[in-house]
Each structure stands twice: as C-alpha cells, then as structure tokens.
C-alpha cells in the first residue's frame, strides 16, 4: 500500500490522508452517538416509569391519611354524639328524681292534710252528737212543758186564776225560749252538716289527687327503670 502510495504527488496524499482521518472519525462519533443515545433513552424511560410508580404510590398513600383522618373524625364525632346523650340522659335522670321528690313531698302533705280533715270530721261529728243531745233535752223539757201547761190548764177551776195566768205565762216564754233554742240548734246542726258534706268533698278531692301523684310516681319510676 505504502508503495502504491509513494508515487503520488504530496497534496493528493494529504487529502487521502485527511479523507480517512474523517471519515474514521466520523464513523466513530456516529456509533458512539448512537449507543449513548439508547443508553439514556433506556434509563431515562426506565426510571421514569419508577418515578411514575412512586408518584402513585405516593398518591394512595395521601389517600389512605385523608381517609383514615376522615375516619377519626367520624369516630370523634360518634363519641361527641354519645357524650352528649350520655349528659342528656344524666339530666333527665335528675329531673326524674327531683320530680320524685317533689312528688313525695307533695303527697306527704296531702296525707297530713288529710289527717286534719279527719280530724275535723270526727270534731264535727262529736260537735253533732252534742247538739243532737241538746235538742233531745230540750225536746224533752218542751214535752215537760207542755205536760205542766195541761196539768194547769185542768188545775184552772181549782186554782186561783192569777196564779194560773202568771204560772202560763211562765211556761208560755218558757216554751219560746225553748222554741228559739231549738232553733238555734237545729241551724248548727245545719251548718255542721253542710260543713262535713264540705270536709268530705275535699276527702274526695284530696284521694283523688293523691291518686294521681301515685301514678305519675309509678309513671316516672318506669321511666327510670
């Protein structure tokens, strides 16, 4: 080759000389180009498509916190939601039982006012009793009276007749006396009588009350069980 070469004249051997210096270096460039080229296309898509599954990993897993967060939250208002009935149910447990109380207290005074009728009832009857005995005195005395006015009314032709006329007009004021007092008696009669008829619509009045208290009292205690 060498000798093929000698007889050349100095510039052409120069450009044969630069023709290949190029044209090897070219074909250098150019296979390293390309090797380089899918070298770093290969990675770069690889790890792109890494970076891609990191990217979604990453983004179930801010899905994942964003419900569990919204889970607690549930759970925190769930808890809010049975403390405040639990409250709730604490209050009206307390209501029930002031209510109880009162209920209790408004029915140990009913039982006293009831005992206090009752004994007003049995005064009234006692009072009764004793007017009832005046009247049969009295009643007794008039029929004296009157026995003692016919006594002296057949004595009449036998007595003297002033002594007669005064001793009728003694029993006769007697007799309006008695008359009077008997009247008197039988308007108190009257009015204890209205008096317990009275005492014994406020019994009535007063169990009926007491009634209802114990079935509400019997209402709440349901309630509380």
Known sequence: ML???LPMPLP???LLHHYY???YYYNYY????????????YYYYYYYYYYYLLLLLLLLLLLLLLLLLLLLLLLLLLLLLL?????LLLLLLLLLQLLLLLLLLLLLLLLLLLLLLLL???LLLLLLLLLLLLLLLLLLLLLLLLLLLLLLLLLLPLLQQQLLLLLLLLLLILL?????LLLLL???LLLLLLLLLLLLLLLLLLLLILQLLLLLLLLLLLLLL
């Open 186 to 188: 039988l308007l108190l």
């Open 21 to 23: 210096n190029y044209y």
């Open 30 to 41: 150019y296979y390293f180009f390309c090797y380089y080229y899918y070298y770093y296309y």
């Open 3 to 5: 000798l093929l070469l």
């Open 120 to 122: 007003l009832l049995l």
């Open 83 to 87: 403390l405040l009935l639990l409250l």
């Open 12 to 14: 052409l051997l120069i």
């Open 176 to 180: 309006l006396l008695l008359l009077l």
